[in-house]
């Protein structure tokens, strides 16, 4: 095999596969990242950066870049607030700072994962030891005993094959990587699609006390409401709202739509400016395994899941932060390959136990029709947040330090 070839491949450059291939070429492993779009994503997808993978950014490197006053950095927000919409009534705020001492970072940090993307790629250029290759598209793949073979088009619809010792795929949801590799997706798919609206209004001046990451129980209509700093003053708040199964995506998509929308969490005259939206379907699925021979899985294109609760990309990191300590030691001789089997297990583990059950079980909450079950559940929300011991107890787990350590814990 020729040194070029003594390499690993990560498919799809999003928050996964650069935080996996920054983490990779810090332990001398390199990389060649490919990413079939022509610069990293600017979409507005996760922004929510939980504490234990505030911590994994920071010992990667990238504290100045996250803790940047600029636009480009993020925002500390420890409080959440959940609400209940159809009375206007506070239910119940969660402070993270009551883990202080406990973790090392006892917050959350409100960072676009575009953002995260742009702070890792001059790092991973500036190893020497990672290429990152825009415009470039996974077409197929073979793989033998001893490496891998990527067959990729660039731009200009020239193909040429890449070989190296591993694939990592972090190629998203609809990963091209776990296709060709046969890897079953298993799960569901929801009825119901779900609609982000971003605005440059400041849901802050309406008086209603609103903090950065508010979760509202509706029966007919739930919301996620969160700041994050887009370009700068004065912000970007986004909503998440359910479209329901008969409304169609014309009627969801359309200008009234997304105004009524808006208009419902706070009413105000003319209409709001919009500087994005996406409607998108929602998924509850985790990859059969996550490693195949020589092929590996990471974030999305090995589990999807409903975005409330902010756990999809956290669960990603903490794959690409496991998955790049285990490949490493394989890499060097310090471990045997079926570590690897040992990352599924307890990636796995992390996805079925809990991101699984936790965004189910918060979809479910959020939307409940039945009054009594509602009130039941919003009323223990309140007692959990009035307990100390209950409220850190609903921290560890929504923060997915529990999800972290029960998975690390499994052989």
Same mark, same amino acid.
């Given at each position: 095999m020729s040194m070029a070839?003594?390499?690993?491949?990560?498919?799809?450059?999003?928050?996964?596969? !650069?935080?996996?291939?920054? %983490?990779? $070429?810090?332990?001398?492993?390199?990389? #060649?990242?490919?990413? @079939?779009?022509?610069?990293?994503?600017?979409?507005?997808r996760a922004a929510t950066i939980h504490p234990p993978t505030v911590d994994m950014l920071v010992k990667l490197g990238l504290e100045k870049e996250m803790f940047s006053t600029e636009p480009t950095g993020g925002m500390e927000a420890p409080l959440f607030h959940f609400r209940d919409r159809a009375t206007g009534k506070l239910i119940a705020v969660f402070d993270i700072s009551l883990l202080k001492g406990?973790?090392?970072?006892?917050?959350?940090?409100?960072?676009?994962?575009?953002?995260?993307?742009?702070?890792?790629?001059?790092?991973?250029?500036?190893?020497?030891?990672?290429?990152?290759?825009?415009?470039?598209?996974?077409?197929?793949?073979?793989?033998? !005993?001893?490496?891998?073979? %990527?067959? $990729?088009?660039?731009?200009?619809?020239? #193909?040429?094959?890449? @070989?190296?010792?591993y694939l990592i795929g972090s190629d998203g949801g609809s990963s091209t990587v776990r296709r060709l590799a046969e890897i079953a997706f298993e799960g569901f798919?929801?009825?119901?699609?779900?609609?982000?609206?971003?605005?440059?209004?400041?849901?802050?001046?309406t008086g209603q006390g609103y903090c950065t990451r508010n979760y509202f129980s509706d029966p007919d209509e739930w919301i996620n409401l969160f700041k994050v700093k887009g370009k700068g003053p004065p912000g970007i708040w986004r909503g998440v709202f359910?479209?329901?199964?008969?409304?169609?995506?014309?009627?969801?998509?359309?200008?009234?739509?997304?105004?009524?929308?808006?208009?419902?969490?706070?009413q105000k005259t003319g209409d709001y400016e919009i500087p994005y939206y996406a409607l998108y379907a929602v998924h509850q699925r985790?990859?059969?395994?996550?490693?195949?021979?020589?092929?590996?899985?990471?974030?999305?294109?090995?589990?999807?899941?409903?975005?409330?609760?902010?756990?999809?990309?956290?669960?990603?990191?903490?794959?690409?932060?496991?998955?790049?300590?285990?490949?490493?030691?394989v890499w060097f001789g310090r471990a045997e390959e079926s570590v690897l089997d040992r990352y599924t297990r307890q990636?796995?583990?992390?996805?079925?136990?809990?991101?699984?059950?936790?965004?189910?079980?918060?979809?479910?909450?959020?939307?409940?029709?039945?009054?009594?079950?509602?009130?039941?559940?919003?009323?223990?929300?309140?007692?959990?947040?009035e307990d100390v011991i209950l409220h850190k107890k609903f921290l560890y787990r929504s923060s997915l330090i529990d999800s972290l350590s029960s998975a690390n814990a499994v052989e």
């Open positions: 070839d003594n390499r690993v491949i990560v498919a799809g450059a999003g928050p996964v596969g !650069a935080v996996m291939t920054l %983490a990779l $070429v810090k332990m001398g492993i390199p990389v #060649t990242l490919i990413e @079939r779009l022509p610069d990293a994503a600017e979409d507005q406990e973790v090392p970072y006892p917050y959350v940090v409100q960072w676009e994962q575009y953002k995260l993307v742009h702070a890792a790629l001059p790092y991973i250029k500036a190893s020497g030891l990672g290429e990152v290759r825009f415009s470039t598209k996974l077409t197929g793949l073979a793989q033998t !005993a001893d490496h891998v073979e %990527a067959t $990729v088009t660039n731009a200009a619809g020239e #193909t040429e094959t890449l @070989r190296g010792k798919t929801y009825p119901d699609r779900f609609i982000k609206i971003g605005t440059s209004f400041d849901f802050g001046t359910p479209v329901p199964e008969q409304e169609t995506d014309e009627e969801a998509l359309s200008m009234a739509g997304i105004q009524r929308r808006l208009q419902g969490i706070h985790v990859a059969a395994t996550f490693n195949k021979g020589r092929v590996l899985l990471a974030g999305d294109c090995a589990h999807v899941n409903n975005p409330i609760g902010g756990m999809g990309m956290n669960g990603g990191i903490h794959d690409a932060i496991n998955l790049a300590e285990k490949l490493s030691d990636r796995r583990k992390a996805q079925v136990d809990y991101v699984q059950a936790q965004t189910i079980a918060n979809k479910k909450a959020l939307e409940e029709k039945d009054p009594k079950v509602r009130w039941q559940h919003l009323d223990e929300l309140r007692r959990t947040s």
